[in-house]
């Protein structure tokens, strides 16, 4: 059975750094694309970060291009997003998700989300 | 970037019901549009891609049609389990993926 926990989220100052986890289990790690979706009441579904099934390309919203690093390690079967300057609008849940249709840029599964708060 | 306008924002139907729900993208995306359904606390699940390929496992009262920069969503007939919220998804290449603002589909 595929899986995908997220972990990490906190309530962190604006200004600061954190990371997020999503560990894979039930599929061949290393054969797929993985993103990290964010959703706000506000503003609804926003794709954040991608990265290819080799980890040798990286995409990024403009929104984070800068702040946020995206990353995988296949021996861990983990996918990392680490977020620097945070910001008030980079509060959200954060969902881990697996590329598979459309190559890899349509995503058919999710994690269970992990809440970021970024407030004084 | 691509910008998704959904339409309608929401949406009240009876089970039975034949709905629409459109997606307008801000320049063509030939078919590269993605629908999801998602449920209160619940991730989104996805139903659609490549426009109108419905995805393994997906109910086939659902359908999705269009190319360029006009696509829908349409359930044929609504049943109990159908009433959350729908999101489109463009995934065109020549941009970052962008979702529509979501349709709440309501009894």
């Known amino acids: 059975e595929v899986q995908l926990l997220d972990s990490g989220g906190d309530l962190v100052q604006p200004g600061e750094s954190l990371r997020l986890s999503c560990a894979a289990s039930?599929?061949?790690?290393?054969?797929?694309?993985m993103h990290w979706v964010r959703q706000t009441p506000g503003k609804g579904l926003e794709w954040v970060a991608g990265?290819?099934?080799?980890?040798?390309?990286?995409y990024y919203a403009d929104s984070v291009k800068g702040r946020f690093t995206i990353s995988r390690d296949s021996l861990r079967r983990t996918v990392f997003l680490q977020m620097s300057s945070l910001r008030g609008e980079d509060t959200a849940l954060y969902y881990c998700?697996?590329?598979?249709?459309?190559?890899?840029?349509?995503?058919?599964?999710w994690g269970q989300g992990s809440l970021v708060t970024v407030s004084s | 970037d691509i910008q998704m306008t959904q339409s309608p924002s929401a949406l009240s139907a009876s089970v039975g019901d034949r709905v629409t729900i459109t997606c307008r993208a801000s320049r063509s995306i030939r078919d590269w549009v993605a629908w999801y359904q998602q449920k209160v606390g619940k991730a989104p699940e996805v139903l659609i891609y490549k426009a109108s390929s419905l995805v393994d496992g997906a109910p086939a009262r659902f359908a999705g049609s269009g190319f360029g920069t006009e696509f829908t969503l349409t359930i044929s007939s609504l049943q109990p389990d159908d009433f959350a919220t729908y999101y489109c998804?463009?995934?065109?290449?020549?941009?970052?993926?962008?979702f529509g603002q979501g349709t709440k589909l309501e009894i």
């Open positions: 998804q463009q995934y065109d290449n020549s941009s970052p993926y962008s």
């Open positions: 990265i290819s099934s080799r980890g040798d390309s990286t």
């Open positions: 998700a697996r590329g598979y249709y459309g190559s890899g840029k349509v995503f058919d599964y």
């Open positions: 039930g599929f061949p790690f290393d054969s797929y694309a």
